[in-house]
């Protein structure tokens, strides 16, 4: 039969004003060939302060694949399709890297998320808080996208994106008031300011 794998995806940097949505699968072999979903050891990303975030994506960082969908996409497509592209692309990385397949794993996806229809999958309202290895791909959105917006940075250290990540906080909308739209920021998100 050969092993069997359960995958959680979740995705991190849907609401910000600037930067890529970031989509993750951490997949874990199945004990016993018995597709459980485990309880959550880690609990969703926005509860960690960054510090511990960081340690648990070093320690668990070899079973996990990334996506990064960028701010233009976003803008063309919308976020629907953003979130189907970064599953897609995630799904695809762990299937070359790992010899994951369709046939060899169950999929599990934070709120309204879904794998494409060949993979046998479940789709769990506050996944990210509840199902172990949703809250593990929750984590490492989250850090991916962190460590892409501290980069941002340097090229636009004017926006301050290394303290709010391109949220949309009171000191980001004064940066763009100062400064304008940047061309890393979704301009979908920021109509009413052009």
Do not use: W
Request: aromatic content about 10%; some cysteine.
């Amino acid at each position: 039969m050969g092993k069997k794998y359960i995958i959680g995806i979740d995705e991190a940097g849907r609401g910000p004003l600037a930067g890529p949505v970031s989509v993750a699968g951490f997949f874990c072999e199945a004990i016993n060939g018995s597709l459980i979903i485990g309880k959550v050891k880690y609990k969703d990303s926005k509860k960690f302060n960054e510090k511990n975030r960081e340690k648990i994506y070093e320690k668990l960082e070899k079973n996990f694949a990334v996506s990064l969908i960028s701010h233009t996409h976003i803008d063309k497509y919308g976020m629907s399709s953003a979130l189907a592209m970064g599953v897609e692309n995630v799904l695809k990385e762990l299937a070359e890297k790992f010899n994951i397949t369709h046939e060899n794993c169950f999929v599990v996806l934070d709120g309204t998320l879904k794998a494409p229809k060949q993979y046998k999958q479940k789709t769990i309202i506050r996944g990210d808080e509840n199902v172990e290895v949703i809250a593990n791909a929750s984590i490492f959105a989250k850090v991916t996208r962190d460590r892409y917006m501290v980069e941002l940075d340097k090229k636009y250290p004017q926006y301050e994106f290394t303290k709010h990540k391109g949220y949309g906080t009171k000191l980001h909308y004064e940066k763009i008031k100062q400064h304008g739209i940047s061309d890393v920021h979704r301009k979908s998100y920021l109509k009413r300011l052009t």
